[in-house]
């Protein structure tokens, strides 16, 4: 999500509308910039179920089971989710319609499992025993090098300390070689921004299945994949909406994807200006109904 820094837009007067990000919203006081928010991208922790140990569910369990508020929240008692960034219950973030309606309205929210810390040791243990492993694999965690979310990060690594005893490295990369990465497969968590290319619950469900070229957990279920087929053969909004759900409460119960806090796009317009309609998922603004007004 690289935009352009705000204090650059404000300067150029020849802006009349643009895409900034959080941490710049702060400098529109006092100004003539009025702006739109839309919830639509989630960042959350991505497993690589073919790794060795991450491929059972109570193991990925008890490691989310660790990612508590307590963790998320620094020593100063402040949140530890990036400024301007809303905690995420969700994988769909709460700007996807289904036709023309909000699909968390209609499907309802908090699908995110919530796990006793407390408990994830014992559990991590008997994952590991019932699959003749002697102990946890070595864990990479890779994420973007930005300085907060390395913080998270390590704030939630102390909480894996401590309640499994478990050390993971992490792994700081660019954007860009963190999504080569993923392509590839050549890691075991990772955490990442799941933000859908179209207005649509499908466009994230879809890269979870089987056959998607690029599915970035590696998720092979034939149950998953029934049904989001069964969500793609859009009959009524009923039938595609439990469907639907379903699938995503899949992901939740599986802990393919867990979610922990939504991004928020902020779209600025001068104003003077009325009328343009922007769409977050594929970044493109439409200025038909775009007029000045005095």
């Known amino acids: 999500s690289a935009h352009p820094d705000f204090s650059q837009v404000l300067e150029n007067e020849t802006v009349e509308s643009a895409v900034i990000e959080t941490q710049n919203i702060a400098k529109l006081e006092g100004t003539d910039y009025k702006y739109t928010t839309v919830t639509d991208t989630t960042w959350g922790f991505l497993f690589n179920v073919q790794k060795p140990a991450l491929e059972l569910p109570a193991i990925r369990r008890a490691l989310m089971a660790c990612v508590t508020d307590e963790a998320c929240t620094g020593s100063d008692g402040k949140s530890l989710i990036p400024y301007g960034f809303e905690t995420a219950n969700d994988i769909i973030p709460p700007s996807t319609h289904i036709n023309g309606q909000l699909y ?174 922007f769409s977050p998922f594929d970044g493109a603004a439409d200025f038909v109904n775009c007029k000045f007004v005095e």
């Open 104 to 277: 968390r309205e209609l499907a309802g929210g908090g699908f995110r499992e919530t796990f006793n810390p407390e408990t994830a040791r014992s559990g991590m243990n008997k994952a590991l025993a019932d699959a003749e492993l002697r102990r946890m694999p070595n864990i990479t965690l890779i994420c973007p090098e930005d300085e907060q979310i390395i913080t998270l990060m390590q704030s939630i690594m102390r909480s894996w300390q401590t309640y499994l005893y478990v050390y993971v490295n992490i792994e700081p990369l660019d954007m860009n070689t963190l999504q080569y990465r993923i392509n590839l497969g050549n890691y075991q968590i990772a955490f990442y921004p799941i933000a859908p290319s179209k207005d649509d619950p499908l466009n994230t469900l879809n890269r979870f299945t089987s056959d998607y070229p690029s599915n970035p957990a590696f998720l092979n279920h034939p149950a998953y994949d029934k049904l989001v087929e069964k969500a793609s053969a859009r009959s009524n909004t009923e039938d595609v909406l439990a469907a639907m759900a379903a699938a995503e409460k899949y992901l939740n119960t599986y802990v393919i994807f867990y979610p922990v806090y939504y991004e928020v796009t902020y779209f600025v317009m001068r104003s003077t200006v009325t009328g343009i309609y």
